[in-house]
């Protein structure tokens, strides 16, 4: 193992009917309430958020519609409302959109520059208001990271920020919340948190980490199998928690820990597809990564092997390549880029959109031209 850091400082509060007690957590008297498109008013997560809100004495301002692939126009108009109304933290109440919208924003609030300065390496985030959440839906693990993601329509590139200043010093994980979040939403989601492990398993410069794989290996299994559970039956609590549990592990710091320098290059191409067609997440990841795999192939045949064996008992890599694409596909998911209608003559711009965030994030040996195979290979 090599050496790391391991730092995570947010708390989390997990298990059945712990959102009453967000208010207990916030220390500030005023937050800035975000949420997306208006889940939260039907299954009555906004209810109990309020209520909670009441009981401990809070002051609270409301901003809505935050759309998934978020945006940066919607960020400035937010910063805008939490100075005016002088907040002095963030309540984000929703999936990575909400969250990710409320880490941006609160790293905004005390920068007199432009907010995307930090997404393009132009500036480092000093201060940021605290960010409290409820999250109700399982996948990007943001709720315990440092990251968040957004997309300047402007420019049509989807960047990520990454700092210690905004881990939210709260979560609140009520599996229960995400009784509601629908099939598409759930494969997505097992696509995305997936891929959070095995990024760093792919590409990590020190392979000789038999906890690290023997974490990721077992929550990509619980994955798949809970994921299967949840479509069975979408009020499985067991099957939701262990679910909620593994997304949070799976980008948190802990199964990277100790396995040298990684990437995640299937992210950044992933990423340009949701800047170009504002595709979900969990789609564009679940099109680029068995691409990405032949690509490597054969010099990652051995790790393919050895994660076939732990999660479908079977170590020939070019059939673990193929089940997984077969499990993308029964739960929904696209694997091609002929599925989600890409057509061919997009791919150089898609390859210099994605080469322009590869060098940013130290990835500058996925040129335009190995990008394009990539790609083509998925379509
Ligand atoms: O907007 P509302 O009405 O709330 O509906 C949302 C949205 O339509 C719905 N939803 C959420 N909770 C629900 C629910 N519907 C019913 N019941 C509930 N309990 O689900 C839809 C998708 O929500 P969204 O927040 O967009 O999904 P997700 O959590 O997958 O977040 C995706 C975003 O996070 C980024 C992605 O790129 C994408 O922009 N990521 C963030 C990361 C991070 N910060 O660490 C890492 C990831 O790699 C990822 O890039
Ligand atoms: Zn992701």
Known sequence: MLEFVFYNPTKIV?????????????????????????????????????????VAGKEWIEKG???????????????????KEKV????????GSVIDTAKTVAAGYFYEGDVWDFFIKKAEIQEALPVYVVLTLAATG?????????????????????????????????PVNTYTVPKEQVAYGCVDAMLHLLEGYFTQ????????????ETLVKVLIETTQRIFENPQDYDARANFMWATTLALNGLTTAGIGSFGFPNHIIAHSLSAFYDLPHGATLAIIFPAWLRYKFPEKSYRISKLGMAIFNDGEPEKVIEKLENFYSSIGVPTR???????????????????????????????????????????
């Open 88 to 95: 002095e933290c963030i309540l984000a109440v929703g999936g």
């Open 65 to 83: 519609g935050v759309k998934p692939n978020p945006v940066l126009s919607f960020v400035y108009e937010a910063i805008e409302v939490a100075r």
């Open 142 to 174: 943001t709720e315990m990271n440092r990251y968040a993601v957004i997309t300047n329509e402007k420019t049509r590139q989807k960047f990520n920020i990454d700092s210690d200043k905004v881990y939210p010093k709260v979560s609140i994980l009520d």
């Open 14 to 54: 997990f298990g059945k009917d712990q959102t009453y007690r967000i208010g207990e957590f916030i220390k500030e008297k005023k937050c800035l309430f975000l949420y997306g498109g208006g889940s939260i008013f039907k299954n009555g997560i906004y209810e109990k958020v309020v209520n909670s809100l009441k």
């Open 205 to 216: 410069s020190y392979p000789n980490t038999p906890i690290q794989d023997g974490f990721v």
């Open 337 to 379: 880029l002929s599925q989600v209608k890409v057509p061919e003559e997009d791919l150089p711009a898609l390859a210099e959109n994605a080469y322009g965030f590869a060098k940013i994030r130290d990835l500058a040996d996925y040129t335009p031209e190995v990008i394009i195979e990539i790609l083509k290979l998925a379509k």
